[in-house]
């Protein structure tokens, strides 16, 4: 899985695409056959560096931190999802694991035994977790979100189930501590696809629902004293998508729409379509169906890259100005999820990763991932003096165009550009 760190140049129109490759990774070794959202990168021990968390259907979950395996669960039952976030409103992310038998985990770090395993490749000892809560929940959930929906300034626990979201809110004096009310729940008609969160300007928050031939719906706590939710719609006559939704990310953070976080949809052909509130900024189709779509910041410019990914493995890195940057993860299976995001490989700070996760059992994790721009540069993106290049203060002859030409390239190597 190691290949050389590329640039690539290109004399073109805006419209090609870069295609780059990753040399830092590591594998990882987890069997087992996993849903796309039983995979996150977050603090899961709270000391402000990320843990790659796993968990596969026959029940084991994982979390690696730094290069190697530091806590592990066993026997859950068939894990369909999974998150990291403050959900009990404490200060400290706790880790919520969904089954698709209807059971609710929430383990935090304090709460393990630690153990030497021979039967782990990965140095050092593991540490078996015990959940410090379980809880009885409807049965096929496949996804959960960790946000405040209800605007109260505490965390919520989303989830979807067929065709309905459900919220839940953390009470400590409560049997069940995760309370649901028949108030915090919303039935559509169709199967729902994906569900994702975005942030206004003002501060609040609202759930995208993607509903197959219905297009976006939005869920929104009205400000009333009960909180209640209403449906709120626009993009629901404008949405005319080709295919089902895959994925949908939420609180891209953008230099454009004066503030306000960005939404992006992904669909089974291929389709990028990123929103801001109700108008479309743009669309992009890409060569492969698109199953998971994350988003991080990988040029540092303090604003967030759309990362899509297919099958195969091919990896489409987009910013808000439509700039597209691609990259080929190279195995000899094809992969079964994704996740990206930061990630602490060397114990102390947090850097761009990619996560792939094979049908051969390996997580193959890309870390330290740096990308200086994901737009197409030329030679007028560069302030070059040709004199610099040539014996006289004249324009070069067009029969030594060539030649210099190849020595501004020389110049501007330092840069980080080559050929």
């Known amino acids: 899985y190691r290949c050389k760190y590329i640039h690539v140049f290109m004399f073109s129109d805006a419209k090609m695409v870069r295609t780059v490759s990753f040399v830092q990774s590591h594998i990882f070794n987890f069997e087992g056959s996993l849903f796309q959202e ?31 395996l530091c806590w592990g669960a066993h026997n859950l039952g068939m894990i369909t999802c999974l998150g990291i976030g ?50 009885r929940f409807p049965l096929n959930i496949k996804q959960l979100i960790i946000a405040d929906v209800t605007n ?34 919303y039935n559509f008609e169709r199967q729902i696809d994906a569900i994702t969160v975005n942030t206004s ?21 009205a400000r009333t004293e009960k909180n209640q939710f209403i449906q709120w719609d626009p993009l629901a006559q404008n949405v005319k998508l080709s ?25 089974l052909d291929g389709l990028l379509k ?28 303090d604003t967030d890259e759309v990362i899509a990914c297919s099958w195969d493995g091919l990896t489409f890195f987009v910013d808000h100005n439509k700039n597209c940057v691609k990259f080929k993860f190279e195995a000899s299976v ?11 490989m060397d114990g102390s700070d947090n850097k761009p990763a990619l996560v792939y996760v094979t049908f051969s059992g390996d997580v193959v994790i890309f870390y330290d991932v740096q990308l200086t721009s994901l737009g197409v540069q030329t030679l007028n993106d ?38």
């Open 334 to 344: 094809p992969i079964r999820a994704f996740c990206a995001g930061q990630y602490a």
């Open 152 to 185: 109260r300034g505490a965390n919520d626990l989303i989830v979807i189930l067929d065709t309905i979201v459900r919220i839940y809110s953390w009470d400590d004096d409560a049997e069940e501590k995760l309370k649901h009310q028949d108030r915090e729940m």
């Open 86 to 135: 403050d959900i009990k409103n404490k200060g400290d992310n706790s880790l919520v694991v969904i089954t698709g038998e209807g059971l609710c985990y929430i383990f935090d770090h304090e709460y393990s035994n630690e153990i030497k395993s021979s039967e782990t490749p990965q140095e050092g000892s593991k540490k078996i977790l015990n959940h410090n809560h379980k809880q």
């Open 201 to 221: 300007k003002d501060g609040s928050q609202s759930i995208f629902v993607c509903i197959p031939s219905e297009g976006i719906r939005i869920l929104k706590a």
């Open 382 to 419: 560069y302030d070059l003096d040709l004199t610099s290049v040539c014996d006289s203060e004249v324009t070069p002859p067009s029969k030594h165009r060539a030649k210099v030409i190849r020595n501004l390239l020389r110049n501007i190597s330092a840069e980080g550009i080559s050929l």
């Open 38 to 68: 039983a995979i996150t990168l977050a603090d899961f021990d709270n000391d402000g560096t990320n843990e790659l968390c796993i968990g596969n259907v026959a029940g084991d979950l994982a979390v690696f931190k730094g290069n190697h």
């Open 243 to 267: 295919s089902p939704v895959t994925d949908a990310i939420g609180n891209v953070r953008s230099s454009v729409g004066g503030g306000d976080n960005m939404v992006c949809f992904a669909t």
């Open 274 to 301: 990123m929103y801001h509130g109700d108008e479309e900024l743009w669309s992009l189709p890409l060569d492969n169906p698109i199953f998971a779509l994350v988003k991080t910041d990988i040029d540092h410019d």
